[in-house]
Structure formats: structure tokens, C-alpha cells
């Protein structure tokens, strides 16, 4: 049975630093891309992040651009999302996912709040 699941959120200062990983199984993890979105209190949730099954690509939506790093572990059936400088407006609970036959999968999520 497919399951994802993310830790690493938590409160953190403006200027801080967060890791999150997200950890998969249940699937054949390096054959597939896998995303980061998040979903801020009354908004629609967004994409984050995406990098390609063997980590040769990656892309960026333009507010994390510079400031976020998507990275993958194929051992160890592990995305990470890796969040520098961070600001208020980065606060949201975050979400790893993946499409699999037309059925997108997500983890729990875990709450990120940049708040001084």
C-alpha cells in the first residue's frame, strides 16, 4: 500500500532553516518524479517543487526560487525539501505527492510556521 510520509516542520524565526523529508514506500519510489506543494489557511494549495526520478531535474515555483532545495535519496525511498532564509508567507502545511495511474498520492503533511 502506497504511503508517504513527511516530517521535519515546526516553528522557525524569519531568516531561519527547515528540512523536511518525506519518506515513501509501498511503490517503486525511483520510478516515479515526486513533488512538494503547500497549502497556506485560506488558500488553494500549491505547487512547490518538483524534481525527476533520478534527481537529474528539478524545478522551482518563483517564490522559493534561490531560497529552496528539492533533493531525492533512492536508497532510502526519501524526498527532502530544504528551506533557507524563510519568511512569514512561506508558513503552510506542507505536502510531499506523486501521480500514479492517473491517482495522485499525498502524505499527511507537516506544519511549517515562520513566525517571530
Known amino acids: 500500500q502506497v504511503q508517504l510520509v513527511e516530517s521535519g516542520g515546526g516553528l522557525v524565526q524569519p531568516g531561519g532553516s527547515l528540512r523536511l523529508s518525506c519518506a515513501a514506500s509501498?511503490?517503486?519510489?525511483?520510478?516515479?518524479?515526486m513533488s512538494w506543494y503547500r497549502q497556506a489557511p485560506g488558500k488553494e494549495r500549491e505547487l512547490v517543487a518538483v524534481?525527476?526520478?533520478?534527481?537529474?531535474?528539478?524545478n522551482y515555483t518563483d517564490s522559493v526560487k534561490g531560497r529552496f532545495t528539492i533533493s531525492r535519496d533512492n536508497v532510502k525511498n526519501t524526498v527532502y525539501l530544504q528551506m533557507n532564509s524563510l519568511k512569514p508567507e512561506d508558513t503552510a502545511v506542507y505536502y510531499c505527492?506523486?501521480?500514479?495511474?492517473?491517482?495522485?498520492?499525498w502524505g499527511q503533511g507537516t506544519q511549517v510556521t515562520v513566525s517571530s
Open positions: 524534481i525527476s526520478k533520478f534527481g537529474g531535474s528539478t
Open positions: 509501498g511503490f517503486t519510489f525511483s520510478r516515479y518524479a
Open positions: 505527492n506523486f501521480n500514479l495511474g492517473g491517482n495522485a498520492y
